[in-house]
């Protein structure tokens, strides 16, 4: 029996609060199925069987950031770059309506092409049909973050990626871990949902350092946390020199795998600490394991976003190697996730699905 183990999810599960070291203790779990059993009862406890559902509208993979790890970075000569025109944009806002989604999520890399005026005309537009919207894209001034939600956003996501203040600054060149800590704040007192979360298994990155981006999330506190594994994209400085490297080759999948269970944990922690925020089931854990976002369903999550995106662009949106759907059609991908959530025992939410504080004596 693991008693210490026990004893510290029973504490979880019951006050809602962890130090570090208790979650360094969870995260290094080789048989963690306690863990998002835990995570699974405490999200049906606070937040029922209801899988919300977001549309996702990949609207631009322009980028002027070069993080290390994405293919969007700027330097990224090998990806063939689109952009969605803001009228074609709320065309598709408005065709994922018709799916019977209630949220719709607009993200793309950092375009300048987009400015305030574009996006507040995209945002009010869509608004205008009575659909909750989220935006993910990237770092702006409060200004621009005003402006968007004046407009109507609401709710903003900017993951933290990481808080280790050398990892970032090796993998997010040009940026700053202090300005994306402002941004969040900023996002916060805008009175936006806030969402960020992070990238799990970076290589140098630690169990430690992601016990203490745990912390980070609830010390915001978020209204949704985002957690994604990090998977290796050839095009990009992080995969390079490797493609040669046959050893590297065999251990990849051992290495993604990792990323994959590790990312289940984080999230499973995530509920027992926060346990009634949003927490998505990730496409890019779906990309690791084909039966990725439903074990994270029952591990803690409670949210979806299919790919609302139409042709070419679901391909070129590409992040990582390997994204689930390309070849799909919106109205395929609303039926089939619709399917693997009902095959699970849980519904589809007909509400928009706001963070809904839960106002229990327990949990403060
Ligand atoms: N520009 C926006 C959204 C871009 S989407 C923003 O900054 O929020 C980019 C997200 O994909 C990042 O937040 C990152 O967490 C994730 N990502 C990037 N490269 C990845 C990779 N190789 N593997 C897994 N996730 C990755």
């Known amino acids: 029996m693991n008693t210490d183990i026990d004893l510290i999810l029973n504490k979880a599960a019951l006050e809602h609060f962890l130090t570090e070291k208790e979650i360094l203790r969870l995260l290094e779990l080789k048989d963690f199925s306690a863990l998002t059993c835990a995570a699974d009862s405490v999200r049906q406890k606070y937040l029922g069987d209801e899988v919300h559902l977001r549309a996702l509208i990949e609207f631009s993979n322009y980028c002027g950031q070069n993080c290390v790890y994405c293919g969007l970075r700027r330097d990224n000569r090998v990806l063939e770059r689109y952009r969605i025109e803001p009228d074609e944009i709320i065309e598709l806002a408005k065709k994922a309506k018709s799916y019977g989604y209630k949220t719709i999520v607009l993200q793309s890399g950092e375009d300048r092409y987009y400015s305030v005026e574009k996006l507040v005309k995209i945002i009010s537009e869509i608004k205008k049909s009575d659909m909750a919207l989220t935006l993910r894209i990237g770092e702006k001034t409060y200004e621009e973050y005003k402006a968007f939600r004046d407009a109507g956003a609401d709710r903003y996501l900017l993951r933290i990626e990481t808080t280790d203040e050398e990892l970032y600054a090796k993998y997010d060149p040009g940026m700053s871990l202090s300005n994306r800590k402002q941004c969040l704040e900023n996002i916060k007192k805008l009175g936006y949902e806030t969402g960020s ?120 949106y590409a992040i990582y190697p390997g994204k689930i759907c390309i070849s799909d059609t919106p109205a395929k991908c609303s039926f089939c996730i619709t399917n693997k959530i009902k095959s699970i025992g849980r519904t589809v939410s007909q509400h928009q699905g706001f963070h809904k504080k839960a106002i229990n004596k327990e949990y403060i």
């Open 197 to 316: 979360g992070i990238i799990v298994g970076l290589p140098g990155q630690t169990l430690q350092s992601i016990a203490k981006d745990i912390l980070y999330l609830k010390s915001i506190p978020v209204d949704m946390a985002g957690i994604g594994p990090f998977i290796y994209n050839p095009d990009t400085p992080v995969y390079c020199g490797k493609t040669q490297n046959l050893e590297f080759k065999t251990r990849l999948k051992e290495f993604e795998k990792n990323n994959f269970e590790t990312s289940l944990k984080v999230m499973a922690v995530l509920r027992l600490l926060m346990p009634d925020i949003n927490i998505p089931a990730t496409t890019a854990m779906e990309t690791l394991n084909p039966q990725g976002r439903i074990i994270a369903l029952q591990s803690g999550a409670n949210v979806v976003m299919p790919n609302a995106t139409e042709g070419e662009r679901r391909k070129q």
